[in-house]
């Protein structure tokens, strides 16, 4: 039989065109069957209205989720995420004309330590002058996601303070593919490239000799709280091996599955934040009282004494180069206490906790009658740092004689390093 020229050309096409398509349908069989184990999660997305059936999905499940794709997810699984729509909220690196403006307005205006904790979920942070820009378009990481999530559901953290340094340390190991930096002191720690960046899959531990091993800064503890509450809800863990895979790009099957699990631990009804014993106390700066630990501190202003142990009672010295008294406030209730009587190291005032989480302590300097607060200007600055005051605190008896000429070599040390760095 002879074709023309016209009818090979269409045989030609038509060849290719089943052959496209035959090359989708067996991709998309394959697909189906490696990622099986997201079908369940996949279709539940489906009955949200988040993703179309396991079917029509089959050929997505094994692309990567950029951060746009990632908040739109979340947009439409948990409607709890909004904000007033007539709310302007600058998000760096996505402007208000954006397309994608309005979802990431309501996701990340929606964090609950906002207006501050939106650096938290940022895909270019830096806490050194306290910037931060969103990327639309980045293809995340298992741990951009990871960092992503716990900034957006603090209820699934659960407190570090039930565990010592050590425990802690323990359980981070079994994370085998997250370097752990081990440094001799905070100096060391300082200059790393890494101290202060929750976007880098690697944890900080400061080691000094004579001390006990510790987080290098608070933002391995961010890292650290991620890692553990994420992986002790089930929601985001390493495997058999120990290994977590930071760096491996997230798919669109992991990502469904997460998110899937996410939904579960609120009870299967959405996000409702509760807030935490800590987001309740009124006063932002906190320090810590542990059980059988003394600390002394240097610190500017009213804070929150937290009883992290549940500890029955404090143990309260302070000193200073001139009279502060305190005003110091237990479940509602203000006692004022003397300098004269505060100012004793061998032997502390004694504060029950009468069973509260944590305890107000406000300095007054006793000459102007005044808070002692953050230094607005030159004048306080040079007043509060003349003052040198110090709270040294215990859960039991102590004499705060040694702790204080340690504490004093300290900032000794401190002041040098700085004339030194400047």
């Known amino acids: 039989m002879n074709y023309s020229r016209w009818h090979m050309l269409l045989i030609t096409v038509l060849s290719f065109s089943l052959l496209a398509t035959s090359t989708v349908s067996a991709a998309k069989t394959t697909n189906a069957k490696k990622y099986k184990w997201a079908k369940p999660a996949v279709e539940f997305m489906a009955s949200h209205g ?8 089959a050929d997505r499940l094994n692309q990567t989720v950029s951060k746009a794709e990632l908040t739109q997810m979340i947009h439409t699984l948990f409607k709890e995420f909004r904000v007033e729509p007539d709310k302007k909220i600058e998000i760096p690196g996505v402007p208000e004309g954006s397309t994608y403006y309005s979802i990431f307005r309501d996701v990340y ?28 378009s980045k293809s995340l990481s298992r741990w951009d996601l990871l960092i992503a999530l716990n900034a957006l559901f603090p209820d699934i953290r659960y407190s570090l303070n039930e565990m010592d340094t050590k425990e802690i340390i323990n359980k981070i190991n079994s994370f085998r593919d997250i370097p752990k930096r081990t440094f001799s002191s905070f100096e060391t720690y300082d200059k790393w490239k890494f101290a202060y960046q929750p976007l880098a899959p690697e944890l900080g531990i400061i080691q000094e000799k004579k001390h006990n091993v510790y987080l290098g800064s608070d933002l391995d503890g961010v890292k650290t709280y991620a890692m553990l509450s994420f992986s002790k809800a089930g929601i985001m863990k390493p495997d058999a091996k120990g290994k977590f895979y930071p760096n ?3 798919t669109l099957a992991e990502t469904a599955v997460i998110l899937q699990r996410i939904y579960n631990f609120y009870g299967g009804k959405g996000y409702k934040h509760q807030p935490t014993k800590d987001e ?18 240097g610190t500017t202003g ?16 302070i000193s200073a180069k001139e009279p502060v008294d305190l005003r110091i406030t237990v479940n509602g209730e203000s006692i004022n206490y003397t300098y004269e009587r505060l100012n004793v190291l061998d032997a502390p005032v004694i504060i029950p906790f009468d069973g509260a989480y944590y305890v107000e302590i406000y300095p007054i300097l ?12 030159d004048e306080e600055a040079e007043v509060y740092n003349n003052l040198n005051l110090a709270y040294f605190t215990s859960d039991h008896w102590t004499d705060f004689t040694e702790t204080k000429l340690d504490f004093d070599d300290s900032q000794r040390e401190y002041e ?7």
């Open 248 to 250: 491996q790009k997230v």
């Open 50 to 57: 988040v993703m179309q059936s396991y079917e029509q999905e």
């Open 280 to 297: 309740l106390i009124p006063n932002g700066t906190r320090l810590f009282l542990h059980e059988g630990e003394k600390s002394a501190t």
């Open 366 to 377: 006793r000459r102007t009658g005044k808070l002692v607060g953050e230094p607005q200007t």
């Open 416 to 422: 040098q390093y700085l004339k030194e760095n400047e």
């Open 302 to 317: 009213d804070f929150a004494l937290v009883n992290a142990d549940d500890v029955s009672t404090l143990y309260l010295s």
């Open 109 to 136: 205006g929606s964090i609950p330590s906002n207006p501050s904790g939106m650096i938290a979920a940022a895909d270019q942070i830096n806490y050194n002058d306290e910037t931060f820009t969103y990327q639309p």
